[in-house]
């Protein structure tokens, strides 16, 4: 499902034109960003938990020579589903 598709399915569920259900997909995925780009964690009950997550400095290596190359610490965003989403994927 791609995010056009969850919109037409989220106006059939709630009987909202397309536009509309359209801008409500798009202000909770924003929001959820925006969240987790300020450092905080987004809980949703039966759905999951969106953070973010630091990663160390690293060393790597170069797949082609080799060579060592220096990883620099970042921030990557992290999804952990609920025991019901779980459940309902594990049917």
């Known amino acids: 499902m791609n995010k056009k598709e969850l919109i037409q399915d989220v106006a059939a569920a709630t009987d909202l034109p397309q536009a509309q259900a359209q801008e409500v997909v798009s202000a909770a995925l924003d929001s959820i ?48 589903p609920a025991a019901a989403f779980k459940d309902a994927v594990n049917k």
Do not use: Y
Request: hydrophobic letters at 40%; a positive charge.
């Open 33 to 80: 960003i925006k969240a987790v780009a300020n450092g905080d964690k987004v809980q949703i009950a039966g759905f999951g938990t969106f953070e973010p997550r630091e990663r160390a400095a690293r060393t790597g290596r170069n797949p082609q020579t080799g060579a060592p190359v220096e990883i620099a610490a970042s921030t990557a965003p992290a999804f952990k």
